[in-house]
Nanobody
């Protein structure tokens, strides 16, 4: 049974940084591209960033380019999202998932999400 669990969200002031983590169990983690998504209240879920299994290929949404960094530790079956210079508009529920829609890889095995709230 595949389990995905995000952590690291919280309340932070605009301009500050936050790092999200996502642990995955039940599959060969290093063999899968992974993605971070977010969904703000009243908006559709959007992909934030993807990383391939070897951690040598990345995709970023325009809203994340230059501020967010995706990474993974395959030895720990863990995905990360380093978020710098946070903006109020980054406030959302952040999810990780196996796969990446930007690369036409089906997304599946979602976590429950971790809330990020950025105050002005």
């Amino acid at each position: 049974q595949v389990q995905v669990a995000e952590s690291g969200g919280g309340l932070v002031q605009a301009g500050k940084s936050l790092t999200l983590s996502c642990t995955v169990s039940g599959l060969a983690f290093s063999g899968y591209a992974m993605a971070w998504f977010r969904q703000a209240s009243g908006k559709e879920r959007e992909v934030v960033s993807c990383i391939n299994g070897d951690a040598d290929g990345w995709h970023y949404a325009k809203s994340a380019e230059g501020r967010f960094t995706i990474s993974r530790d395959n030895a720990k079956d863990t995905l990360y999202l380093q978020m710098n210079s946070l903006k109020v508009e980054d406030t959302a529920l952040y999810y990780c998932a196996v796969g990446c829609p930007a690369w036409r890889l089906p997304t599946r095995y979602w976590g429950q999400g971790t809330q990020v709230t950025v105050s002005s």
